[in-house]
């Protein structure tokens, strides 16, 4: 299809797009951000989204790239899928993330695709959102008052919905450093490079033979990615073994709502959840 009629502005600078979208507002007009293109894009040739104006962010130059910045990294929004994939410092203190980001879609997507345009697109199938949950992320927004920082828990608040104000830019993702930590990523699909049924996004510190601390995020559970609390709070202290992790893993559908389609139902879902739970978290806590 043929994306409705829209004005189109290609700013320079952070202050530059945050004022064109504070001028949209002002004026009663709907603006969306482009960044990659690979979730908007096709939002709009289905006419799903009709935006008056479309902000594209593609070509602002400090909104790319990883750095250190102590005990965090601090990526870029514009930073694309291949970039962090590639970057030896996610690789190094956020495997988790790399491990993710290999997944998604195909390598085309990826090589345009952004970490910072699929967090703010919020689709609770998307694997990244889950994974900076996990990770207890905080994210920059940049608006016409300044900057402020959203930890993840409190950024994806509904069905494809954030915390970023229509006149806010999501500018950068800073996510702890976990050295020392297993890490996996477990979805299933019911075809290669679809969207998760299920995805689990698992984060392991373990000592002497235990889990000492597990962090887990899980895709297509609900409305919003969601934390594994229940399994979490079991798996503290168990060993690191099939049959406590197993029975740990048993909690990880609690407190979730996921919904119920086409592709499976949400005891299906649920199902998923736990299987995926126990594989991730198993293969996490192997050898460091």
């Known amino acids: 299809m043929i994306p409705a009629a829209f004005d189109y502005v290609r700013p320079e600078s952070v202050g530059a797009a945050v004022s064109a ?40 130059p400090e909104l790319r790239g990883v750095r250190d910045d102590g005990d965090a990294l601090v990526i870029g929004a514009l930073t694309t899928h291949h970039e962090v994939l590639a970057d030896p410092l996610v690789r190094r203190h956020a495997g988790l993330l790399a491990a993710a980001t290999a997944t998604v879609a195909d390598p085309a997507v990826r090589h345009r695709g952004t970490l910072g345009g699929s967090l703010a697109h919020a689709d609770p199938a998307a694997d990244l959102p889950a994974v900076v949950l996990a990770l207890d992320a905080e994210l920059t927004a940049v608006g016409p008052g300044g900057s402020r920082t959203v930890p993840a828990r409190e950024f994806f608040t509904d069905y494809l919905t954030t915390a970023l104000a229509p006149d806010e830019l999501l500018a950068a993702i800073r996510v702890p450093k976990y050295d020392g930590w297993g890490f996996r990523y477990e979805k299933f699909s019911r075809a290669a490079q679809a969207w998760a049924l299920v995805g689990v996004a698992a984060a392991v510190r373990h000592e002497g033979g235990r889990i000492a601390e597990a962090r887990i995020g899980l895709t297509s559970m609900g409305p919003t990615p969601v934390r594994a609390a229940a399994a979490e709070a079991a798996l503290a202290g168990a060993e690191a073994t099939q049959e406590p992790v197993a029975e740990a893993a048993a909690a990880a559908a609690e407190g979730t709502r996921p919904a119920a389609d086409l592709s499976g139902s949400a005891e299906y879902r649920a199902h998923l959840a736990r299987v995926l739970t126990r594989r991730a978290v198993l293969a996490a806590a192997g050898p460091a």
């Open 21 to 60: 979208l504070a001028d949209a507002g002002a004026a009663g007009r709907e603006a969306k951000v482009l960044a990659g293109g690979q979730s908007l894009l096709p939002l709009l040739r289905m006419r799903l989204a009709f935006p008056d104006l479309v902000v594209d962010a593609g070509r602002i």
